[in-house]
């Protein structure tokens, strides 16, 4: 790999994290319950405002930002929680998008991957604290990293006869799918078919992570994802590509200082480590963050 990750192919250097990993359904099942403190930090929810413009075809426009989950409560108010909730947000909201109406809407967090700018910020606090490191890194082998079975949606002119509709929507989709394993580095594709992954957190459960190695200083510039090798691409689908799922120092093997992970349905990224470390990422202006502890529910 040319970036600033390269493969790890010996994921036995990994097998600890597995063992160490708490009952199914509670925090320490994302990062094992060995740490003084733990942080839960919340992924940024979305805004998308209805304007008064209207696109080439007619659409209202919309203005999207980020909003924190305490910007997004005052703006929705208190909701229920969904009946099975698998979300922090719907135990918090109850649904995915929240009608404000005028066709504004509230918009849940993405799930599965460290948001990058949450990422770059948990880096720089880390760093100060601990410095730089070799470090362990889990991404998980699926969306992202299997462009395989991608499907996409491409405007294909209506007054075409449906059999050419369907070859150039096939050939549009052939492309989009070649641009994607592209993205994808070699070494870390080779890891995939070849089935050397870590499962988290256990075997057999479609959840094996490419284990890769860097040094935690790579994470402090967001520009890494650019030679990375995991499915990022310039343009439209720039925000198409993997964070990892977890990260920790490589050293001492077993027991690292600190941990940073999320799991693959979760739209909140956990920290465990020392107590001043946590209490750093709590009082982050630029995190939203609350304490947690590894017996805590998920959700």
Do not use: C, K
Not at 74 to 98: C, K, M, N, V, Y
Not at 236 to 254: C, I, K, L
Not at 256 to 277: I, N, R
């Amino acid at each position: 790999m040319a970036g600033p990750l390269r493969v790890e192919h010996d994921v036995e250097v990994g097998r600890w994290l597995q063992a160490a990993l708490g009952p199914f359904g509670t925090v320490g099942a994302v990062v094992p319950p060995v740490f003084e403190a733990y942080a839960r930090v919340l992924h940024p929810a979305m805004l998308s405002v209805a304007t008064d413009r209207t696109d080439a075809h007619g659409g209202q426009v919309h203005e999207t930002r980020e909003i924190t989950w305490r910007e997004a409560r005052s703006l929705i108010g208190d909701r229920l929680a969904a009946p099975q909730p698998w979300t922090s947000w719907l135990a918090r909201f109850g649904e995915d998008q929240i009608d404000l109406g005028g066709g504004s809407w509230v918009g849940s967090p993405d799930v599965g991957d460290i948001p990058l700018p949450t990422l770059t910020t948990l880096t720089e606090v880390l760093l100060d604290e601990h410095g730089d490191a070799d470090v362990l890194a889990a991404v998980w082998e699926g969306s992202g990293l299997d462009p395989s079975s991608t499907s996409t949606f491409w405007p294909i002119d209506p007054s075409l006869a449906s059999s050419e509709r369907l070859r150039r929507h096939r050939e549009a989709e052939a492309v989009h799918r070649e641009l994607a394993w592209a993205a994808i580095d070699p070494a870390v594709r080779a890891a995939m078919e070849q089935q050397r992954l870590l499962g988290l957190p256990g075997e057999r459960q479609g959840r094996g992570h490419v284990l890769l190695r860097g040094r935690l200083a790579a994470f402090a510039d967001p520009a890494w994802v650019e030679t990375a090798g995991l499915g990022w691409r310039q343009g439209d689908w720039a925000d198409r590509g993997r964070t990892p799922n977890a990260v920790w120092p490589a050293e001492p093997h077993g027991a690292p200082a600190w941990m940073v992970a999320t799991d693959l349905d979760l739209d909140v990224t956990f920290v465990g480590g020392s107590a001043h470390l946590v209490g750093r990422v709590l009082a982050h202006p630029s995190l939203e963050a609350e304490p947690a502890r590894p017996e805590d529910p998920l959700v």
